[in-house]
Antibody, heavy 119, light 110 residues
């Protein structure tokens, strides 16, 4: 089971970025997926989750209306479209597989991709 | 301000036991499964405990979890220097429809 994030980088405030998470080693469509971020020197912050079918999505208040989570089960890939980025969005972003449903916690984590929002 | 409350730090000597508490409410810990995660310096978090007290394969039985009411506890026995890490509790909050984490606890093995 492996998760590999990509798409991070340096972006100006107000800009956009799309993160991807390529999954392998499990039946991707059977599991809800989650994005968690960690600002430098800070704790874990949940960002967003999506059910296995993609039919339901959940967002932290801090990103609601600016970030969109989605998945392509045919490509075994999870996405996070981020727009109207702010300095406080600077963080390492981790993709994580849940144990089934969103309420079950995350059992596999990617290595993370870093997003830096700065002019 | 995290929804779940953890002590910022704990410490103990090698070979000793330590517990890390995680306090919440009826909308989160009280009615949903608790997970615990270990984050070694410079690495991604790793699942230690799921469904309050279950260990994934590969996690030694030195690590244990429990839940009582609206609080959960992670226990680590036979402390090793390799256990020095940040530990986070997490669960679903039914009122917020959100995953919530504790602020994290730094374990120092003296």
């Amino acid at each position: 089971v492996q998760l590999l994030e990509s798409g991070g980088g340096l972006v100006q405030p107000g800009g956009s970025l799309r993160l991807s998470c390529a999954a392998s080693g499990f039946t991707f469509s059977s599991y809800a997926m989650t994005w968690v971020r960690q600002a430098p020197g800070k704790g874990l912050e949940w960002v967003s989750s999506i059910t296995g079918s993609g039919g339901s999505t959940y967002y932290a208040d801090s990103v609601k209306g600016r970030f969109t989570i989605s998945r392509d089960n045919s490509k075994n890939t999870l996405y996070l479209q981020m727009s109207s980025l702010r300095g406080e969005d600077t963080a390492a972003y981790y993709c994580a597989k849940t144990r089934g449903y969103v309420v079950h916690g995350m059992d596999v984590w990617g290595q993370g991709t870093t997003v830096t929002v700065s002019s | 301000q995290s929804v779940l409350t953890q002590p910022p730090s704990v410490s103990a000597a090698p070979g000793q036991k330590v517990t890390i508490s995680c306090s919440g409410s009826s909308s989160n810990i009280g009615n949903n499964y608790v997970s615990w995660y270990q984050q070694l310096p410079g690495t991604a978090p790793k699942l230690l405990i799921y469904e309050n007290n279950k260990r994934p394969s590969g996690i030694p039985d030195r690590f244990s979890g429990s839940r009582s009411g609206t609080s959960a506890t992670l226990g680590i026995t036979g402390l090793q220097t390799g256990d020095e890490a940040n530990y986070y509790c997490g669960t679903w909050d039914s009122s917020l429809s959100a995953v919530v984490f504790g602020g994290g606890t730094t374990l120092t093995v003296l």
